[in-house]
């Protein structure tokens, strides 16, 4: 399974931006689908998460309100769109899938599969 994230760059505060990440390699329906991001000098964080059907989602307090997590199964993607950015959602983000609905939707280890990030820098 490949992943491969995209849409990544640099908005000034109060902007917005929509990632997208492309499944390839398997069934896209058969993975539950989540965005983390890494900030410089700290730990991966999730950010959003969302299971086959795309029904129920899932997001960390931080960006509720702002961002929000979609998939379009026919298309083998995974969307995170991204409004009113802040400074502090700069990081290097990035898609990740697992075959399993996580015990934890928080913890990386979760999920088996990961792209390469693609960087969000918002400035002030």
């Known amino acids: 399974v490949q992943l491969q994230a995209s849409g990544g760059g640099l908005v000034q505060a109060g902007g917005s931006l929509r990632l997208s990440c492309a499944v390839s390699g398997s069934t896209f329906s058969n993975y539950v689908m989540a965005w983390f991001r890494q900030a410089p000098g700290k730990e991966r964080e999730f950010v959003a998460g969302?299971?086959?059907?795309?029904?129920?989602?899932y997001y960390t307090d931080s960006v509720k309100g702002r961002f929000t997590i979609s998939r379009d199964n026919a298309e083998n993607t995974v969307y995170l769109q991204m409004n009113n950015l802040k400074p502090e959602d700069t990081a290097i983000y990035y898609c990740?899938?697992?075959?399993?609905?996580?015990?934890?939707?928080?913890?990386?280890?979760?999920?088996?599969?990961w792209g390469q990030g693609t960087l969000v820098t918002v400035s002030s």
């Open positions: 990740a899938a697992s075959r399993r609905i996580p015990d934890d939707w928080y913890r990386s280890h979760q999920y088996t599969y």
């Open positions: 969302i299971p086959w059907s795309g029904i129920v989602t």
